[in-house]
Every structure is written in C-alpha cells, then in structure tokens.
T-cell receptor, first 114, second 115 residues
Framework: DGGITQSPKYLFRKEGQNVTLSCEQN?????MYWYRQDPGQGLRLIYY???????QKGDIAEGYSVSREKKESFPLTVTSAQKNPTAFYLC?????????????FGPGTRLTVL | AQSVAQPEDQVNVAEGNPLTVKCTYS??????LFWYVQYPNRGLQFLLK??????LVKGSYGFEAEFNKSQTSFHLKKPSALVSDSALYFC?????????????FGSGTRLSIRP
C-alpha cells in the first residue's frame, strides 16, 4: 500500500452523523480517487480529482462530498444523506500524464453504521 | 460504454497446479487492461497491465495474462499455484480513447489454493 495512507482503519458512525475519512499520498500524483467496495460488487467510483481544487462525481456520488485543497490530500465526507454507508472505502492515486498508468491504493477504511 | 466481466465468483485450485482467472471486457475503442490483487482487509495491489505490443504480459509474483483481441479477453494465469496466492483478484479496463481517468473494475474472483 506504500505511499498512500488512510485513516482511521475502522470507523463507527451513528445514524444522522457526518464522518470524514482521511486519504494522504506522498507519491506526487495528480489524480486521486475514492471507491466504495461492497461484497460481490467490486469497486464503485464515488469521486475523483485530476488536480487541486477540482473534482468530479463518479458513479455513486450521492450522499458523499470531497475536497482537494492540497495535492497530497483528498478527504471524503460521508453525510447523513447516504442511506447505506456501511462499506469498505478505498482511496487511490495515479499520475495524470497517461491513462495507461495504474492506480495505487491505500489500505482502506471500514465504516460501520451503528 | 465500457464494462468488464469476471464470470467466476470463485476459483479453486490445488497447490502446484496451473491456475486461470477469467476476464472479458467491452470498450468502444482499444483497451488498457489491468489485474489487481486484494488480500483480506487490505487495499488493492497492482499485478500487471496490457498497454500495447506483446499479447502475453508478465507481472508480479509469477503471474501473467494474455490479451486476446478477438475474444475480448484478458485471462490471468500462473503455471504453478501457491497457497499464498489465495486472495481476491480484480480485472479492470480503461478505454484508450477516453480522455477521462476513469477505470472500470470487475466484480472480483476469489482464488482459493488448497495445500
């Protein structure tokens, strides 16, 4: 998982609360991504960012928000509007120069709603 | 629209035997193809990718994959499986013609190697 850190590893949320998941990378990558992983469904893209102060919605952005104020950081907020937030969340990064570059993943945050 | 399919939820192989994990894709143009591996409660690790050129791609941990354009497939293979290869494997595709950085992942195949 080298170069990308996610915190916390485990997170518990009460219904109605917003929570923020941290993602930091020291790979000098321009692009960063957030994915949600549910059993049997693979990875689904929540948000991605190609450059600082810019980001785009992925396939399942409803109930989530992000910011990209620094190149190294791409935090994800899971809001109370997300109806089923219990999942494993993965952050990734890649260089922007060509679309054949692979993504590097963090170790993940497991979010559980109590 | 691009898509990727992994038709097997689980593959079971005896240690020492060859293994194959299947992947087929659909893109409007030519693809970039990737394989990743995930161990329990961990992030994904990159194994190998196909960009262009030789259809047989070699990657980490003795894995290889063969790009077959006519069958739109990119199956992952290893000549001799190890128990430590047991993990969840994801195939992914990106349309070469796409200007966006989105990559589409398959649903994953769980590989189980029995001693």
């Amino acid at each position: 998982d080298g170069g990308i850190t996610q915190s916390p590893k485990y997170l518990f949320r009460k219904e109605g609360q917003n929570v923020t998941l941290s993602c930091e990378q020291n790979l000098n990558h321009d692009a960063m991504y957030w994915y949600r992983q549910d059993p049997g469904q693979g990875l689904r893209l929540i948000y991605y960012s190609q450059i600082v102060n810019d980001f785009q919605k992925g396939d399942i952005a409803e109930g989530y928000s992000v910011s990209r104020e620094k190149k190294e950081s791409f935090p994800l907020t899971v809001t109370s509007a997300q109806k089923n937030p219990t999942a494993f969340y993965l952050c990734a990064s890649s260089t922007k120069t060509a679309s054949y570059n692979e993504q590097f993943f963090g170790p993940g945050t497991r979010l559980t709603v109590l | 629209a691009q898509s990727v399919a992994q038709p097997e939820d689980q593959v079971n192989v005896a240690e020492g035997n060859p293994l194959t994990v299947k992947c087929t894709y659909s893109v409007s143009g030519n693809p970039y193809l990737f394989w990743y591996v995930q161990y329990p409660n961990r992030g994904l690790q990159f194994l190998l990718k196909y960009i262009t050129g030789d259809n047989l791609v070699k990657g980490s941990y003795g894995f290889e994959a063969e790009f077959n354009k006519s069958q739109t497939s990119f199956h992952l293979k290893k000549p001799s499986a190890l128990v430590s290869d047991s993990a969840l494997y994801f195939c992914a595709v990106r349309d070469r013609a796409s200007s966006a950085s989105k990559i589409i992942f398959g649903s994953g195949t769980r590989l189980s190697i029995r001693p």
